[in-house]
């Protein structure tokens, strides 16, 4: 018998900040997740934010030249007490998104308990316990990356992992009316 090749989809997912960012590539074959990249832009030496916003922008375009992925993922805004910092990092996180649409990719955004959530089994754990996670579950090493890029490689995966992916044994219903067409037993009058 014939074996059915499964189509791969590449998955960029995107921990955003203004200080360092962080990018993981993964594939995702069937239930298969192989991680493929990852890294850190480190955007301390500018002192001009429009430069750094700059800088993101076209370090992303190489990325998804070179690695070619039909996905993108980024970790969305999270609550701050310092509204200059969240201002920064919005305007970080918007270019990358930009850069996806720039590209056409499947754009989605992840709030960090979700993520955590995800990966780790709850949203209360920590960068570390997420790291760890990851290494056991895919038997990899990341002792050698900055946090940034293993969360970058969580947001990934927490991609990989939700409704719209094999892995999840469904579709997401991005709609009301798609909800309704794809469950209709689960709908009471």
Same mark, same amino acid.
């Given at each position: 018998?014939?074996?059915?090749?499964?189509?791969?989809?590449?998955?960029?997912?995107?921990?955003?900040?203004?200080?360092? #960012?962080?990018? $993981?590539?993964? +594939?995702?074959?069937?239930? !298969?997740?192989?991680?493929?990249?990852? *890294? %850190?832009?480190?955007?301390?030496?500018?002192?001009?934010?429009?430069?750094?916003?700059?800088?993101?922008?076209?370090?992303?375009?190489?990325?998804?030249?070179?690695?070619?992925?039909?996905?993108?993922?980024?970790?969305?805004?999270?609550?701050?007490?310092?509204?200059?910092?969240?201002?920064?990092?919005?305007?970080?996180?918007?270019?990358?998104?930009?850069?996806?649409?720039?590209?056409? #990719?499947?754009? $989605?955004?992840? +709030?960090?308990?979700?993520? !955590?959530?995800?990966?780790?089994?709850? *949203? %209360?754990?920590?960068?570390?316990?997420?790291?760890?996670?990851?290494?056991?579950?895919?038997?990899?090493?990341?002792?050698?990356?900055?946090?940034?890029?293993?969360?970058?490689?969580?947001?990934?995966?927490?991609?990989?992992?939700?409704?719209?992916?094999?892995?999840?044994?469904?579709?997401?219903?991005?709609?009301?009316?798609?909800?309704?067409?794809?469950?209709?037993?689960?709908?009471?009058?």
């Amino acid at each position: 018998m014939k074996e059915v090749m499964q189509q791969e989809t590449i998955i960029l997912g995107i921990d955003p900040g203004t200080i360092i #960012l962080g990018y $993981a590539i993964i +594939s995702l074959q069937g239930k !298969k997740i192989n991680i493929i990249d990852l *890294g %850190n832009l480190n955007l301390k030496s500018f002192d001009n934010p429009h430069e750094k916003l700059a800088y993101i922008y076209n370090q992303l375009c190489t990325i998804i030249e070179k690695y070619k992925p039909q996905e993108f993922a980024i970790e969305s805004p999270f609550y701050s007490k310092n509204p200059q910092s969240m201002h920064k990092l919005g305007r970080a996180q918007g270019v990358c998104i930009a850069v996806s649409m720039k590209y056409h #990719l499947v754009t $989605a955004e992840y +709030s960090p308990r979700k993520i !955590k959530q995800s990966v780790a089994g709850h *949203g %209360n754990a920590s960068k570390e316990q997420v790291a760890r996670m990851i290494e056991k579950q895919f038997n990899v090493n990341l002792s050698g990356f900055k946090l940034d890029a293993t969360d970058a490689l969580s947001v990934a995966i927490c991609h990989a992992l939700t409704s719209g992916n094999p892995l999840s044994g469904g579709t997401k219903a991005n709609s009301w009316k798609k909800f309704i067409t794809e469950n209709p037993g689960r709908i009471s009058g």
